[in-house]
């Protein structure tokens, strides 16, 4: 197992208890970290066990936000073996209790992220998270990387009775952290995020480094960023202001 990042220690921050603090909402998997690598670990645990080769993680990275059935679909298939609904019940369990306890033996926030949270906070933003992992999983990957305590809310895919794209899962992430539609942006790498904001009314920025900054994410998203030294508190209140203006 690889040596853990450093523990942060992160200065109390607690902007006035209202609804006008400003919210960024961030997407986890291809976002704020690449979790590709311990994805790839987990699927070829279950690959093996299948007597299927292994994949590498450049084939799995495009791949990783989708969810673990996405990601053993994509192992089958891979492997010239149809991905079967028997099958992939049969291996989901696995896939999960394996994810779970090697969650972060090599994920790791991409470059300039950790320090992107920070000039938020200390601009006066509260953070959220809203997640199609499950909230558990991210809870614990958070936790596992120092960064649980930066958010005022995880919300994963099965903290509401929907998930992105569906807008109750970022209105919902949004009415937690105590903000509104108005003054939050939503940042993620997919379409599924880009479109998550559209149909919530929220303002987005889409981190082409991701998963998968499709074309039509593109399209959708209000800013395009290619690395988070572009995210901070001007650039965010900027997209705000596009909101009182329609």
């Known amino acids: 197992m690889n040596a853990q990042p450093p523990r942060r ?12 603090a400003p919210l960024a909402v961030f997407d986890l998997d291809g976002t704020l970290v ?20 292994a994949l590498h993680v450049d084939d799995v990275r495009p791949h990783a936000g989708r969810g673990a059935r996405a990601i ?22 696995r896939f999960l209790e394996r994810y779970g306890a090697h969650i972060a033996d090599d994920s790791r926030p991409f470059p300039g992220a950790v320090e992107a949270l920070d000039r938020l906070r200390r601009a006066g933003f509260r953070l959220a998270i809203c997640t199609n ?26 903290t509401f009775a929907g998930r992105k794209p569906d807008p109750v899962h970022l209105l919902g992430t949004v009415s937690l952290a105590r903000g509104t539609a108005a003054r939050s942006v939503m940042i993620g790498d997919t379409d599924t995020d880009m479109e998550a904001a559209r149909r919530a009314g929220l303002r987005s920025v889409l981190v ?19 690395h988070f030294r572009e ?16």
């Not at 690449?34 to 994805?39: H, I, K, N, R």
């Not at 991210?138 to 120092?146: I, N, P």
């Not at 965010?236 to 202001?241: N, P, Q, S």
């Open 133 to 158: 992992k499950t909230e558990s999983l991210a809870q614990r990957l958070l936790a596992e990387l120092g960064l649980a305590g930066d958010f005022v809310a995880i919300c994963g895919s099965d």
């Open 34 to 53: 690449d979790t590709a690598p311990d994805l790839t670990g987990a699927l070829n645990h279950c690959l093996q066990l299948a007597g299927l080769p």
């Open 208 to 226: 082409d480094f991701g998963y998968d900054p499709c074309p039509a994410a593109r399209a959708k998203a209000d800013l395009v960023v290619t």
């Open 9 to 20: 220690t992160i200065a109390p921050f607690e902007p006035a208890l209202d609804n006008e």
């Open 72 to 93: 053993l679909r994509l192992g089958y298939e891979m492997a010239g073996r149809e991905a079967d609904e028997a099958s992939l019940t049969e291996q989901l369990p």
């Open 231 to 246: 995210i901070d508190a001007s650039a965010l209140f900027r997209l705000m202001e596009t909101v009182a203006a329609d």
